[in-house]
């Protein structure tokens, strides 16, 4: 896959947060009316999952576990319920019709194709007769269903700031951000960062970092990340208007590499892991430094940011990786096989878009 299988990310379980209407507010739980959507647990549901990936003809073969080989199917069968309220069961001609005539943009690095592949795969179950265009041109994939005038792209931006090829080599500049303005005009911007910031050696895709105009071999990676994301958050109150298009950051996505995280061994990963962990159980701990940066950066914004705090909720499903049923080499515990998890993060996204809480 072009932005790199089996990456690194932190872990965390224990935050939760508050989404208002007017401004993100971080130290609070993330609320639906008196319902927080992303405090809850896994659930058995024989209704899953909502779409079968052989009726998905665009789906990337990284993604499609089953048909990869993973022996398995209970993984495709649960479904993620609040504590206290029920999450709106996805409809995809609702969401179509919500969305009459908008373009929706997903920029980010794999997770965010994970989730733009899913929703793709969803809308398509929705409505199977009606036709569709699916095309990538370099880093920007395009879905459309002109029946309903809704376009989904994918812009493939791993870092947000801007990453550039000069006489030193390829350089992350992280207070600059002109590939920005490929990401106006549109009705529904949904970001995500954090996938490649630790990367190192043969797998870092970048030879220097500029901070603050001077070119540094190297740098903490924490503090690299939170003026890359500062940044971007300068970028979208200079360049967003609120009444037109609505933003989205995608939480950060949990890897499982460490067994000990869900009282397994230190050796265990997602592999041959069936069953999805109970919150009671999980041990990931405090919240890693990434996501308190996330946090702090969204709250110092003066334009209304909605997180969508699914690191929590990933935590718990160790089962949902694709792990050597990829079709390449290795164990993929960072991203999810489709249909899967990234499922409910569209769930949770419609379920915020068609209650108007957002």
């Known amino acids: 896959m072009g932005d790199g299988f089996h990456r690194f990310c932190w872990i965390s379980f224990s935050w939760i947060m508050i989404l208002c209407i007017h401004q993100v507010r971080l130290s609070e739980p993330q609320l639906h009316g008196s319902c927080d959507f992303f405090r809850g647990s896994w659930v058995f549901d024989e209704s899953y999952p909502l779409y079968n990936t052989s009726a998905c003809p665009f789906i990337e073969k990284e993604f499609d576990c089953q048909e990869n080989g993973r022996p398995d199917k209970l993984y495709l069968k649960y479904r993620w319920k609040p504590t206290d309220c029920m999450l709106p069961r996805f409809n995809g001609r609702g969401f179509l019709r919500k969305l009459k005539g908008k373009k929706i943009l997903f920029i980010g690095d794999s997770l965010s194709l994970n989730q733009w592949q899913s929703l793709t795969c969803m809308l398509h179950a929705a409505v199977p007769q009606s036709n569709y265009i699916i095309n990538r041109k370099r880093d920007l994939s395009t879905f459309s269903l002109p029946d309903y005038g809704v376009s989904l792209m994918l812009s493939r931006n791993a870092f947000l700031v801007d990453l550039v090829k000069d006489k030193r080599g390829t350089v992350l500049k992280l207070d600059s951000i002109e590939n920005g303005k490929l990401w106006k005009g549109y009705d529904l911007l ?92 999980y041990a990931g701990g405090s919240p890693p430094p990434a996501v308190a940066i996330v946090k702090e950066v969204l709250r110092n914004m003066s334009t209304p940011v909605v997180l969508l705090d699914i690191t929590g909720l990933s935590q718990l499903r160790k089962d949902g990786h694709p792990s050597i049923y990829t079709g390449l080499k290795g164990n993929d515990c960072s991203h999810w096989c489709l249909a899967g998890v990234p499922d409910t993060w569209n769930q949770l996204l419609y379920a915020i878009l068609t209650t108007g809480e957002a």
Do not use: Y
């Open 190 to 281: 949904i970001f995500n960062s954090w996938h490649w910031w630790n990367h190192k050696g043969r797998k870092q895709p970048w030879d220097f970092i500029e901070s603050k105009g001077k070119v540094k071999k190297d740098m903490d990676r924490l503090v690299a990340f939170k003026e890359g994301l500062t940044t971007w958050s300068k970028w979208v109150d200079s360049n967003v208007n609120t009444t037109t298009t609505q933003v989205f950051f995608q939480g950060i996505s949990p890897t499982h590499f460490n067994g000990k995280e869900w009282n397994g061994t230190k050796l265990s990963t997602c592999m041959g892991q069936t069953k999805p962990a109970t919150a009671s159980i």
